[in-house]
């Protein structure tokens, strides 16, 4: 009997767990990463911004039946929702001034020697359109008070054509650098999700985000240049590379949207709320 609970207690240790007491209603943005115009990854005929939407929908339609829980998602089939469309068209001009004053104050904190830079996981280049966006769903989350923003992905890497299988697979978490105002309630989140997704999948065996939890600086999802207050967690989850043999195929790429969606979701609630943090 003593051998099991220390095993269990052992268990423990390894896979801690992270818990968060937020006032009800717990305000939870989507970001299903990318659109209909610039799509992002591609498999064959699969595009990255479908499958985001799709994970994105199945975990959207968990979390609100959780009556704690108010949420929120950028995007639906066809677009952008209503309240993001009129968003982005009625502040355009006071995102581009909120954009441009978020990156002066970083460069000011850079020169004063207050912000270190550090070096960061490879990217591709965003899009000046695709910036905007960022930094509006940025805008848009700390005005009205979001919790966590989960910005949700699949991944990929420069291959010789869309049809080619890579030699990269697994999942992994990006999450805000330590100097980040968000990072260390963001890391907690993601540690949360990390531990439920491991559960099922095998973390990324690309050698700069085999750790799972990958911190990094650059990325306007999670807050760079000081654009996410510290009350917003912000964590991008790339579920894995879009080439991997369970999203080739419909039924099966459907079902790890399911698994994907519920298993995040138990993340998320064991970190708002240890006792709720099992799905029926």
Do not use: C
């Amino acid at each position: 009997m003593r051998k099991v609970l220390f095993i269990l207690f052992f268990t423990f240790l390894l896979t801690p767990t992270f818990f968060a007491y937020a006032e009800a209603p717990i305000k939870i943005l989507l970001v299903p990463g990318h659109d209909d115009e610039v799509w992002g990854a591609q498999y064959g005929n699969i595009k990255e911004a479908d499958m985001n939407l799709s994970l994105a929908q199945e975990l959207f339609n968990i979390l609100k039946k959780d009556k704690r829980f108010e949420v929120y998602i950028t995007r639906k089939w066809g677009g952008y929702t209503k309240e993001f469309e009129d968003y982005f068209t009625t502040q355009e001009d006071e995102i581009l001034a909120f954009k441009e004053n978020a990156k002066a104050d970083m460069l000011g904190k850079i020169i004063s020697g207050i912000f270190i830079k550090k070096p960061n996981p490879p990217h591709n280049v965003v899009s000046k359109g695709g910036a905007v966006l960022l930094y509006g769903f940025n805008k848009w989350a700390n005005e009205n008070k979001i919790d966590a923003m989960i910005h949700i992905h699949f991944n990929d890497y420069p291959r010789p054509n869309k049809w080619t299988i890579g030699k990269y697979w697994g999942f992994n978490l990006y999450i805000p650098e330590e100097q980040m105002v968000n990072a260390k309630e963001s890391k907690d989140l993601a540690q949360n999700v990390f531990t439920k997704l491991k559960e099922k999948y095998v973390v990324s065996n690309y050698e700069k985000e085999r750790a799972g939890l990958v911190p990094d600086q650059t990325l306007i999802a999670l807050g760079s240049n000081s654009s996410l207050r510290e009350t917003v967690r912000s964590i991008l989850i790339e579920y894995g590379y879009i080439y991997e043999k369970k999203f080739r195929t419909k039924s099966t790429r459907h079902q790890a949207y399911k698994d994907m969606a519920k298993l995040t979701a138990q993340g998320i609630k064991s970190y708002f709320s240890p006792t709720l943090s099992t799905l029926p």
